[in-house]
């Protein structure tokens, strides 16, 4: 219980920080560029990072199980331009479709 | 004229904003699935305010992969908001701790709302956009997290399946450039080769390497 509100705590003061870097601590400084450069290809880094742990990842091992059925009705959603949230409930669905019957 | 920009801001994202709900209360449900109750996901989301930061720490917390690299990973996530805080800072003024608080309306949506087609910043349409979406995160991931816990046990649900579609859907709009794919092709090759040999979040901090592409010389 206190490890999920040290994250809460934790999370919420680094992100409440970055916000403040223009408008309180720089005063409407710019950033270096070399530095922005790399800034912008975060998400995009760690969000890949992320679908890769999440969808194979296991306790130190490569798992393949019915998140892949989830993974695959999540992707014919996105290519017919469905909205998140519908992505979302198609993939969990899927899923647990998949368990059921095998 | 300025409560005006206000409300126009806040029409520019009522659609988002409905968005913004159904994302609050599917983090409301999912934050269950890393022992998050529906207080803890509601006060979360009210100050930390950013979706995907928020969804990777749950997810790593509750994959068993510790509050370090769960905090780590949600910070990397949320590094870009010091450029973006700094391309809007010109319109922020008063005092520190005035600065600091609408600073916290700043979200992917309320900036992209916020920019004229002359490049410069609307100051009424920036933080109409963001209070209008932060309430309704806030409202959404409290009702998802009360009705969640209705719901019944998280991996009968297809839940584990929820999280990487969520985030294949966060990515997407995300690599519209080829510095971009370049990198999360990068960043998830990182990740698959270290998940058989890391503990479970190491491979995602590590992937955060693949943005050094971005660094140009200074």
Known sequence: MSEVWLLVGLVGAATIAFKSVGPVLLGGRPLPDHVAGVVTL????????LVVTQLVGGDREIVLDA????????????????????????????AALARALV | MTRARYREGA????????????FGASFGVLA??????????????????????????????????????????????????????????????????RRLLEAQLIVDESWAVSRRADGRYDRG????????????????????AIAGEALGDPADLGLDAAFPALFLALLV?????????????????????LVPFTPAGVPIVAAAVAALLGWRRP
């Open chain 2, 32 to 97: 269950r699935t890393a022992g998050i109750d529906a207080l803890a996901a509601t006060i979360m989301s009210g100050t930390t305010f950013a979706g995907s930061a928020q969804f990777a720490a749950a997810s790593i917390l509750g994959g068993s992969g510790g509050i370090a690299a769960a905090v780590l990973a949600a910070a990397l996530l949320n590094v870009r908001y010091a450029p973006i805080s700094v391309s809007v800072a010109p319109l922020f003024g008063g005092s520190p701790l």
């Open chain 2, 173 to 193: 709009p995300q690599v519209r450039t080829r510095p971009a794919l370049a990198a999360a092709l990068l960043g998830g090759t990182i990740a698959l080769v």
């Open chain 1, 67 to 94: 998140r892949l059925v989830g993974i695959g009705a999540a992707v014919v959603a996105l290519l017919l331009r469905a909205p998140l949230l519908v992505v979302i409930v198609v993939a969990a669905a899927a």
């Open chain 2, 11 to 22: 029409r520019a994202v009522a659609p988002i904003a409905v968005a913004a709900f159904t």
């Open chain 1, 42 to 49: 975060l998400a995009p880094a760690v969000l890949a990072a």
């Open chain 2, 125 to 144: 349409l920036l933080l109409g956009a963001g209070l209008t979406l932060y309430v309704s995160w806030v409202a959404g991931t409290a009702i998802g």
